[in-house]
């Protein structure tokens, strides 16, 4: 197990440190009647030994990480130089690929979560007070968007907000504008993108929270009722703070899953508008023919980084829980 | 006084019956409406008239005579030849569920008799498999496999996704195992059994229900997968996502974007009976992490 988390960082690592070959040239004279001329060939029989003879480049240290696709420190000063207001300063950035990436996920992430949390809170706690026979269905339709695989739930809705589609049609209908296409703009295929990800993550925390409200205790809640309160102050004060440990666990499930992601943005072909860091690297390697595998071990090694600094402060907490129930 | 707080009362059940009302409906919208487009030509389904053609299916009667018709499915199962990533994916996901279910049921069996914490650490894999982008592992395993020649494989992929599924897996039965009650085991021993009789007579018997939700995870991991399969899977090796995702390409160009509507219907139709047949098991095991810490 461990073998097989820890060899894949360690493989990424390396690849990271090291950069694909440049072709063999060759530069050969081309004499005509009209004198010579030098002509620059590429040697294929050279490039494709090199290749196999080193699989994995050049090596390139850590190069990869400050060029301009990853880090790119000097990019960023020019720009801080260069831009006069902090608006040109961000524009400028986010337009190199990673900061671009990092801001997508780090917006989906902050969106969708607090979001999902709060809707889904809100559908548990109404589907808790249905009665009895309607609960088994409408947890199995709850299901569903969530279970579904992501390319494919993504792209069923990518078909409905297609400008021929029901939704994209209708949207056109009412802004009574032919030419609208949620695909077209920026901001618009954010929130697209947005939209799916609620829509894709609510039946988690809303069946985890509706568990939870299962094993609220009885006699507080009636405490609380002869108390007076009503059923709003019963939500805040009784089944809330019940429910803590649960919201810090879809927090930090919803987090991973956030920034992760990907499949929407390949089946909604939306990578034109937003770019996850995911994504990067899945188009770094699949750059045909000759994938960019130090590119993308760069990229993997900063995710790996950035998620490490999401989940510490959780993975403390965990370890300090665990260590006071071992004594 | 006492009206009052029972007309408000009543409006707070009466939002929040409406709120689930829009939110089942926006949960089942999108499958009922691909499921009855599925069976229209892309004229009525992207229809650039009125989207009311899609419901009556108005160019379907045109072109085929009846309000349904089945050459999306015939499209993609045939021509397209889907049925061939299908049995991919069969093959994939029965050895990723098998292999993964055969070492969890086992491990976690035997970590939960050892008596030393494992947990927190198997805890912490599971979880460290959960937070990393998949893309990020399958970057570090690429490389490596063109070198062994083993990429595009059906076996490859099986082994990655086995090991990322596995401590999730080990996790879930560990944890299962040790709510089975050590005495059982342990009075079949003094009976004159092995530990491994006391494990086929005497635990196998009482473990299906740990066993059944944590093989139907690993399922889901394994059929709905899409990062892994589209990068260790050569072309003929494909399974269904992957294929999904190669049709769009291929048959927007060629206007048969039915095809790969109807290639979705299809993938989406086993989750369907899935989860109609085993909704507690999956409900426990979603909630399985959360409410034990």
């Keep these: 197990m461990i073998l097989f988390i820890a060899l894949p960082i360690i493989s990424a690592f390396v690849q990271s440190l090291f950069i694909q070959h440049e072709q063999v040239l060759i530069v050969s004279q081309n004499c005509g009647p009209f004198g010579c001329s ?12 090199l290749r196999q003879d080193a699989p994995l480049g050049k090596y390139n240290g850590i190069n990869t990480y400050l060029n ?46 607090p979001l999902v949390l709060i809707l889904g809170f809100s559908i548990a706690i109404g589907v808790n007070g249905l009665p009895n026979i309607m609960k088994g269905p409408s947890i199995f339709v709850s299901l569903l968007p969530f279970l579904v695989t992501p ?55 809303f069946i985890v929270f509706y568990a939870g409200l299962q094993t609220v205790p009885f006699e507080t809640l009636e405490a609380a009722l002869i108390d007076g309160a009503t059923k709003w102050q019963r939500t805040i004060y009784v089944v809330i703070p019940h429910l803590v440990p649960l919201i810090s666990f879809v927090t930090l499930m919803l987090l991973m899953d956030n920034f992760r992601v990907f499949e929407p943005i390949v ?46 402060p959780v993975l403390i907490r965990t370890w300090k829980d665990f260590k006071l129930k071992g004594h | 006084m006492q009206t009052q707080a029972k007309t408000s009362i009543s409006f707070v059940k009466g939002l929040s019956f409406c709120l689930v009302c829009l939110w089942l409906l926006i949960a089942a919208f999108p499958f009922a409406w691909s499921f009855w487009g599925s069976f229209k030509v892309q004229s009525d389904f992207f229809s650039k008239a009125d989207w009311m053609y ?13 309000a349904f018709t089945s050459s999306g499915y015939y499209g993609a199962w045939i021509i397209k030849g889907f049925w061939k990533n299908f049995t991919n994916t069969g093959i994939v996901v029965f050895f990723t569920v098998l292999i993964s279910l055969t070492i969890g049921t086992l491990g976690g069996y035997a970590l939960a008799r050892s008596g030393f914490r494992y947990a927190f650490w198997i805890l912490m894999a599971a979880l460290i498999f959960r937070a990393m982008p998949h893309i990020t592992l399958v970057s570090g395993y690429l490389l490596p496999f063109f070198e062994w020649n083993i990429w595009g494989y059906l076996p490859t992929t099986i082994i990655v996704l086995v090991a990322m599924n596995q401590p999730f897996t080990l996790w879930m039965l560990h944890s299962f195992f040790l709510n089975v009650p050590k005495d059982l085991d342990e009075s079949a021993m003094i009976d004159g059994c092995n530990r491994f009789q006391a494990f086929r007579y005497v635990v196998v018997p009482v473990m299906w229900p740990g066993v059944i939700t944590a093989g139907l995870f690993s399922f889901l991991l394994a059929y709905n997968d899409f990062t892994v399969t589209v990068m260790l899977l050569s072309e003929d090796n494909e399974t269904i996502i992957p294929a ?7 048959t927007q160009v060629e206007g048969k974007i039915m095809y790969a509507v109807a290639a979705v219907v299809s993938v989406t139709a086993p989750i369907l009976v899935l989860v109609l047949f085993f909704q507690r098991q999956i409900v426990s095991g979603l909630t399985a992490g959360a409410v034990k810490g």
């Design chain 2, 244 to 250: 999904i995702n190669s049709f769009l390409g291929t």
């Design chain 1, 151 to 205: 390319l494919v739930g993504s792209l069923i809705l990518f078909w409905m907000v297609d400008g021929d589609g029901i939704i994209g049609a209708t949207i056109k209908l009412i802004f009574n504008d032919p030419d609208l296409s949620l695909k077209a703009s920026t901001a618009l295929t954010w929130t697209m993108l947005i939209v799916y990800g609620i829509w894709h993550t609510l039946p988690f925390s």
């Design chain 1, 267 to 312: 089946s909604f072909s939306a990578e034109a508008h937003a770019r996850s860091l995911s994504w990067i690297i899945y188009n770094d390697l699949r750059e045909s023919g000759n994938p960019l595998y130090g590119s993308a071990g760069a990229t993997s090694i900063l995710t790996i980084i950035g998620i490490a600094f999401l989940l510490l």
């Design chain 2, 54 to 66: 899609a419901l009556w299916g108005t160019n379907t009667i045109k072109e085929t005579g009846s």
């Design chain 1, 38 to 49: 030098e002509v620059t060939s590429i040697d294929f029989e050279k490039t494709i030994k």
């Design chain 1, 68 to 113: 301009r696709s990853h880090l790119a420190f000097a990019e960023v000063g020019n720009a801080w130089s260069a831009s006069e207001t902090l608006v040109d300063f961000f524009n400028e950035v986010f337009n190199l690929p990673l900061y671009g990436a990092l801001a997508f996920t780090l917006t989906y992430t902050a969106v969708v979560t």
